[in-house]
């Protein structure tokens, strides 16, 4: 959905009504991740994908509809026999998508969300930092049903009923508690009756008649904040007054963590063309180089970052101040001994175990690498870390095919996958 917002800010800031569709949950073998998302304009126009073309003509209806009534819908498409070509998967696999109106009625702090996630502005009203992490809770279920019976519904500015309600936690659970804003505050248990009643209860919810303690919210806000500490997004269910029992309001735990980094060291072709590869896939690049005259922004478009410092000096800096985790990548392709050594050095003994690390050049290169590192000190199981060769064999010669060939790998370390051929493997191919 990320890639979605901007387009959607724009469409929400006209007041414009629109519909979003968002995979919740997928079973077996389905072509996207929850939080995968397709929205459907004013004029019918259409941005993003649920499921790769699959089942995008039943969602595009559904959106028109909800748009046109303010009614969250939760869908569940899967394969059958009859209808699998028509709006079924078929690959086998089944999704959940919900369905939700966007408008400034339905999502009020819409723009205060999307500030957060795209790293624009500050996204809680008391002016904090922005959050190293966003939860979007949204309850998707309540026991009258995915359409929310009678009263679980809205009208066509999304104003009425549990269905579609959500709270945004951010930064470890310190959000914001402007009233009617959705937020939950950054402790849960001093929500006071100043902030209403539970805001996705029906008014003879048992969880309405205790707004003081909100038992539900807090539940909620707990598991929000669980779910930004490992960066994944659930579906999770929860009693009247926040019992997790499996069984009541069903609620989407949407999380934006922030764009992994990729770090690349040195101001040469292969860099340009592995900051291409890295935008490609979603991270946020920077270029480091020492020396001035090659570290310029008009020779890395794509880099988001362009630094002109000592490899190491930089690295050691942003380790320093908690600016690269286990989520992110290192690529080094200076080929210069002044260079390599010490940065090297720097990031197989001090980023996190999971941090890929890679290094540019010949086996011979490698191996008088590997030895000034070790003359050097660097123990045995560190070096093991150090991907050098750097990427997969894939026979690249120029500097996008090696980009490729380098981009795989990063994927391939971050997955836990084989990396061979998919027809030589077994078992679900989206796992």
Same mark, same amino acid.
């Given at each position: 959905?990320?890639?979605?917002?901007?387009?959607?800010?724009?469409?929400?800031?006209?007041?414009?009504?629109?519909?979003?569709?968002?995979?919740?949950?997928?079973?077996?073998?389905?072509? *996207?991740?929850?939080?995968?998302?397709?929205?459907?304009?004013?004029?019918?126009?259409?941005?993003?994908?649920?499921?790769?073309?699959?089942?995008?003509?039943?969602?595009?209806?559904?959106?028109?509809?909800? +748009?046109?009534?303010?009614?969250?819908?939760?869908?569940?498409?899967?394969?059958? %026999?009859?209808? +699998?070509?028509?709006?079924?998967?078929?690959?086998?696999? /089944?999704?959940?998508?919900?369905?939700?109106?966007?408008? &400034?009625?339905?999502?009020?702090?819409?723009?205060?969300?999307?500030?957060?996630?795209?790293?624009?502005?500050?996204?809680?009203?008391?002016?904090?930092?922005?959050?190293?992490?966003?939860?979007?809770?949204?309850?998707? +279920?309540?026991?009258?049903?995915?359409?929310?019976?009678?009263?679980?519904?809205?009208?066509?500015?999304?104003?009425?009923?549990?269905?579609?309600?959500?709270?945004?936690?951010?930064?470890?659970?310190?959000?914001?508690?402007?009233?009617?804003?959705?937020?939950?505050?950054? %402790?849960?248990?001093?929500?006071?009756?100043?902030?209403?009643?539970?805001?996705?209860?029906?008014? %003879?919810?048992?969880?309405?008649?205790?707004?003081?303690?909100?038992?539900?919210?807090?539940?909620?806000?707990?598991?929000?904040?669980?779910?930004?500490?490992?960066?994944?997004?659930?579906? *999770?269910?929860?009693?009247?007054?926040?019992?997790?029992?499996? /069984?009541?309001?069903?609620?989407?735990?949407?999380?934006?963590?922030?764009?992994? &980094?990729?770090?690349?060291?040195?101001?040469?072709?292969?860099?340009?063309?592995?900051? *291409?590869?890295?935008?490609?896939?979603?991270?946020?690049?920077?270029?480091?180089?020492?020396?001035?005259?090659?570290?310029?922004?008009?020779?890395?478009?794509?880099?988001?970052?362009?630094?002109?410092?000592?490899?190491?000096?930089?690295?050691?800096?942003?380790?320093?101040?908690?600016?690269?985790?286990?989520?992110?990548?290192?690529?080094?392709?200076?080929?210069?001994?002044?260079?390599?050594?010490?940065?090297?050095?720097? +990031?197989?003994?001090?980023?996190?175990?999971?941090?890929?690390?890679?290094?540019?050049?010949? *086996?011979?290169?490698?191996?008088?690498?590997?030895? &000034?590192?070790?003359?050097?000190?660097?123990?045995?199981?560190?070096?093991?870390?150090?991907?050098?060769?750097?990427?997969?064999?894939?026979?690249?010669?120029?500097? %996008?095919? /090696?980009?490729?060939?380098?981009?795989?790998?990063?994927?391939?370390?971050?997955?836990?996958?084989?990396?061979?051929?998919?027809?030589?493997?077994?078992?679900?191919?989206?796992?």
């Amino acid at each position: 959905m990320r890639d979605l917002l901007p387009q959607l800010l724009d469409w929400w800031r006209a007041d414009e009504r629109v519909a979003v569709a968002t995979v919740v949950r997928t079973f077996r073998s389905a072509p *996207r991740e929850p939080g995968a998302a397709m929205a459907v304009g004013p004029g019918g126009e259409v941005i993003g994908s649920v499921s790769g073309g699959c089942v995008e003509g039943a969602v595009y209806d559904l959106c028109l509809e909800v +748009a046109e009534t303010g009614r969250p819908v939760l869908a569940r498409y899967g394969v059958s %026999d009859e209808s +699998a070509f028509e709006v079924g998967l078929t690959c086998g696999g /089944t999704i959940e998508v919900f369905v939700a109106p966007l408008s &400034r009625t339905a999502w009020p702090d819409f723009e205060s969300f999307a500030g957060q996630v795209l790293g624009t502005g500050p996204a809680l009203p008391d002016g904090g930092p922005p959050a190293s992490g966003v939860c979007v809770a949204t309850v998707i +279920a309540t026991d009258a049903g995915a359409d929310g019976g009678a009263d679980g519904g809205a009208d066509a500015d999304g104003a009425a009923g549990p269905l579609g309600r959500r709270i945004t936690v951010a930064d470890a659970g310190r959000s914001g508690d402007e009233p009617g804003s959705g937020r939950v505050p950054s %402790d849960p248990a001093r929500t006071s009756p100043s902030h209403g009643p539970n805001p996705w209860a029906a008014a %003879d919810h048992p969880a309405a008649q205790h707004p003081a303690a909100d038992p539900l919210l807090a539940a909620v806000a707990a598991d929000a904040v669980g779910q930004i500490a490992v960066g994944a997004s659930a579906v *999770r269910e929860y009693g009247p007054l926040g019992e997790r029992t499996g /069984t009541g309001t069903r609620v989407f735990l949407q999380v934006f963590a922030p764009r992994p &980094r990729l770090l690349v060291f040195g101001a040469i072709d292969f860099a340009a063309a592995m900051a *291409r590869a890295g935008r490609l896939l979603g991270y946020r690049v920077t270029v480091c180089d020492a020396r001035p005259i090659f570290a310029t922004s008009a020779r890395f478009p794509e880099a988001d970052d362009v630094v002109v410092d000592w490899p190491h000096r930089y690295l050691a800096a942003e380790i320093e101040a908690g600016r690269v985790t286990e989520h992110d990548a290192v690529c080094v392709l200076t080929h210069d001994p002044k260079f390599d050594v010490p940065l090297l050095r720097t +990031a197989l003994t001090e980023l996190p175990t999971g941090t890929y690390v890679g290094a540019m050049g010949s *086996r011979r290169a490698h191996a008088e690498r590997e030895a &000034r590192l070790i003359e050097d000190g660097v123990p045995p199981e560190a070096l093991a870390r150090l991907r050098s060769p750097i990427g997969l064999d894939l026979g690249a010669r120029t500097p %996008d095919e /090696t980009a490729v060939s380098i981009a795989a790998e990063m994927i391939a370390a971050r997955s836990g996958a084989s990396a061979r051929p998919l027809r030589e493997t077994d078992g679900p191919i989206h796992s």
